[in-house]
């Protein structure tokens, strides 16, 4: 069983930053993947950016040039620098990760989110 727990959300003006971690906990062999996506109030969960386990990255481009997506493999990480924030980002933040865990024939692929985070960003 593998856990996301996010952290880092709060209330910020418009302008600020804030910094979202992601700790991913128990039986891991790799996290190949990890995601941030964000559920804003009356809107759909949206894609917001991606790591790979070998560091390649993607942003929607909403956020492209304002939010920084990163990992720490040694730690079971990911992180999300938040800068420039705007209204419109605010959302509950939510951790996906596609891990390969330990299964009875080998590794499988399981995908895993977070409970998520609560960004609000005041005007």
């Known amino acids: 069983q593998v856990q996301l727990v996010e952290s880092g959300g709060g209330l910020v003006q418009a302008g600020g930053s804030l910094r979202l971690s992601c700790a991913a906990s128990?039986?891991?062999?790799?996290?190949?993947?990890m995601n941030w996506y964000r559920q804003a109030p009356g809107k759909q969960r949206e894609f917001v950016a991606f790591?790979?386990?070998?560091?390649?990255?993607s942003y929607a481009d909403s956020v492209k040039g304002r939010f920084t997506i990163s990992r720490d493999n040694a730690k079971n990480t990911g992180y999300l620098q938040m800068n420039s924030l705007k209204p419109e980002d605010t959302a509950v933040y939510y951790c996906?990760?596609?891990?390969?865990?330990?299964?009875?024939?080998?590794?499988?692929?399981?995908?895993?989110w977070g409970q998520g985070t609560q960004v609000t960003v005041s005007s």
């Open positions: 790591v790979t386990n070998s560091g390649r990255t």
């Open positions: 128990g039986s891991i062999f790799s996290i190949n993947i």
């Open positions: 996906n990760a596609v891990v390969s865990v330990p299964g009875t024939f080998g590794l499988r692929q399981d995908a895993y």
